[in-house]
């Protein structure tokens, strides 16, 4: 199949396409690699005959959506089977730029769908699947029901894999990139020590970390920067991984990165198993590699494999370029492996054809949606983009650590991107400076997280202004406005960020255009609080939500509770102490009858949980201060006719 960008009179479309970080110079700037470890890149254009590029290659070949100006039609291609060698390529016919990259106006390209070209052979049986998602909606909503028809249609079910994921549902402490214990210890003191000293802070402090991260510093390298053995050395952990996690209870996710040529575990270097060594990173053949290798990382206390420089491999492997079916079955292996061993994974540094295949992979619950981490970035916390794609197909999505005080400049903004994520949040802190007011933000006494029930992405405006589509008034909004929802019973709450933007005007209308599910029932006003701010209002169609222009520091977090039919009352929930006001962990059972409410208030053992309830008089919204204190069972019910738990 292929697609051409044409012209239509008297309209305009916008394209947004799922795009690996470009590392050839067509899409854009090449990066160095600190800067697209573990990245997405989601690009966006114009769909017409002046459309000169679209992404496409290895690390480009990933759902392209198509949009009105109004967003109010979508299309989405994509491919549908055979992932790791289905191939978009953009063709430009007619003449090119100098640098050979992009078309020259008026030269009209083609968007062509096959078989990756670098493929030498393929069995008689092979068949390459596309899939055309229509929809009446904008693309928030058009994404979304693509990757659920895609979950449905592979078995896959993110209520049974990422959403009972221990490592994405509560706090961690994380050494990767960008972390202050990244390749760096305490003074005089070796990583045993150093961890030890971590978790003893954290007791002290009480911030409730309740699994650790440990990168590439652990494990010995060999040829080519690859991996060689897979253990860590006694100048690492002088009592082996399996000490750390003993002595701390913190269950461990371990990184991991290509093979090198000279691994220990191939028989070529006098190991057990079969690789293929050729290339300048070996590549794995055997199931039995991976059951094992995992087996032993269990004992240790791992319980998340995380495989980074995934595209490093695929390119470096030879065989992975040149086979029909060999990079399915390398992925297919890592994930028999983790499952066989009752453990999760986590994707990192990957393209969009190994986010597609992880539909075939029950064990692969996380991905990551940014760059590496390093304080005070100014780019790095945009995950939205890149979340909107990962949330769809039920992978959380991850955005690396954050340290919460200095030298971070945007400590509260890139905290509240983690909790929106919807995806596990890891703190990277130095011993002796954390701000646990903050991190407290994100999750219970108990360490577990506080999350919106989907990840925080573009709003249908926002997608269509990256595009370059102006709004019917013209307008073109600016930055960066994501919306999040946490789904209640059968009503949504919604978190607005709106970081770096311009002021705009977002409507009722806007605000349930960019629902997750089609056809839900929209309020006809919600109630209104936000982050560091006694701003209370209701927003209807009389009244639109006005947001200032923003910047990373002086950021907006809006919440936005529903005014339930027959109610007096509306949950505003923990605006002022969380990130996410009203969480699918914290509240549930939300009931109105005879204009009292009921519901659910779940948490910690002995925890206090302030809350806010609001009710209207005169026309004017009156904030309620309400608190629960959680019995020993975890949860407690809050009646508005008595104001209490019980």
Excluded at 287 to 303: C, Y
Aim: charged share 15%; aromatic share 10%; proline share 6%.
């Amino acid at each position: 199949p292929a697609l051409r960008p044409t012209s239509i009179p008297q309209t305009e479309r916008g394209w947004m396409g799922f795009d690996g970080w470009d590392c050839d110079g067509k899409n854009g700037d090449c990066m160095d690699m600190s800067g697209i470890a573990g990245a997405h890149h989601v690009a966006y254009g114009s769909w017409s005959s002046k459309t000169s590029n679209l992404p496409s290659g290895l690390e480009g070949s990933g759902p392209l959506v198509i949009f009105n100006q109004n967003v109010s039609e979508t299309v989405i291609m994509s491919s549908l089977n055979n992932f790791m060698v289905s191939q978009a390529y953009w063709d430009c016919i007619g003449p090119l730029n100098p640098n050979g990259y992009k078309c020259l106006p008026p030269s009209s390209g083609l968007l062509r769908y096959g078989l990756m070209g670098s493929v030498s052979n393929a069995p008689s049986n092979f068949s390459l699947e596309f899939m055309m998602s229509l929809s009446n909606t904008g693309p928030n909503t058009a994404v979304r029901t693509w990757g659920a028809e895609l979950l449905k249609l592979f078995g896959k079910n993110p209520q049974e894999t990422s959403y009972n994921d221990y490592v994405s549902t509560h706090l961690g402490y994380d050494t990767d990139n960008g972390a202050f214990y990244y390749y760096h210890t305490e003074p005089n003191k070796d990583y045993q020590d150093t961890l030890l000293d971590v978790h003893a802070y954290a007791m002290q402090e009480k911030i409730p970390y309740k699994h650790l991260q440990i990168d590439s510093w652990w494990y010995l390298k060999g040829k080519n920067n690859g991996v060689k053995t897979w253990v860590a050395q006694p100048s690492i952990f002088p009592n082996g991984t399996s000490y750390v996690h003993k002595m701390t209870g913190w269950p461990i996710t371990a990184h991991n990165r290509m093979w090198a040529p000279d691994t220990t575990y191939a028989t070529q270097n006098g190991g057990k198993y079969q690789f293929d060594v050729n290339g300048t990173a070996a590549l794995p053949l055997e199931q039995e590699f991976w059951n094992d290798l995992l087996g032993e990382a269990k004992s240790w206390g791992v319980t998340m494999y995380e495989q980074d420089w995934l595209y490093t491999e695929f390119t470096e492997a030879p065989r992975l370029l040149t086979s029909s079916h060999q990079a399915t079955t390398w992925m297919q292996q890592m994930n028999d492996g983790v499952l066989a061993n009752g453990m999760t994974m986590q994707l990192c540094m990957l393209w969009p054809r190994f986010l597609l295949q992880s539909l075939t992979m029950k064990g692969v619950t996380q991905a990551r949606a940014s760059p590496d981490y390093h304080p005070s970035n100014e780019d790095q916390w945009r995950i939205g983009d890149a979340s909107l794609f990962i949330d769809s197909l039920g992978i959380r999505p991850t955005k690396d650590s954050f340290r919460s005080s200095a030298p971070e400049q945007y400590a509260p903004l890139v905290a509240a991107v983690s909790s929106l994520s919807a995806g596990p949040v890891f703190v990277s802190d130095q011993i002796g400076t954390s701000d646990r007011d903050l991190i407290m933000r994100s999750c219970t006494p108990d360490g577990v997280l506080l999350q919106p029930s989907y990840a925080a992405a573009p709003m249908d405006e926002c997608i269509a202004a990256k595009a370059g589509l102006r709004d019917p008034n013209n307008n073109l909004i600016g930055g960066e406005i994501w919306q999040a929802s946490s789904l209640i019973g059968d009503q949504y709450y919604y978190q607005i960020l709106a970081a770096n933007a311009s002021k705009q005007t977002i409507t009722r209308n806007q605000i349930c255009k960019s629902n997750v599910k089609p056809n839900v029932y929209c309020p006809t006003q919600f109630v209104v609080t936000a982050y560091n701010s006694s701003l209370l209002q209701v927003v209807n169609d009389a009244n639109p939500l006005m947001v200032p222009a923003t910047t990373l520091s002086n950021f907006q977090l809006y919440s936005l509770a529903p005014s339930l039919e027959g109610c007096d009352f509306s949950l505003v929930g923990e605006f002022q102490s969380k990130w996410v006001a009203v969480s699918p962990q914290r509240f549930s059972n939300v009931e109105c009858k005879n204009k009292l409410m009921t519901f659910e208030v779940t948490g910690s053992p002995g925890e206090q949980v302030f809350f806010g309830l609001t009710t209207q008089s005169s026309g004017t919204s009156q904030l309620l201060k309400k608190t629960c204190t959680i019995p020993s069972s975890g949860s407690a019910t809050f009646k508005s006719d008595s104001g209490t738990c019980s």
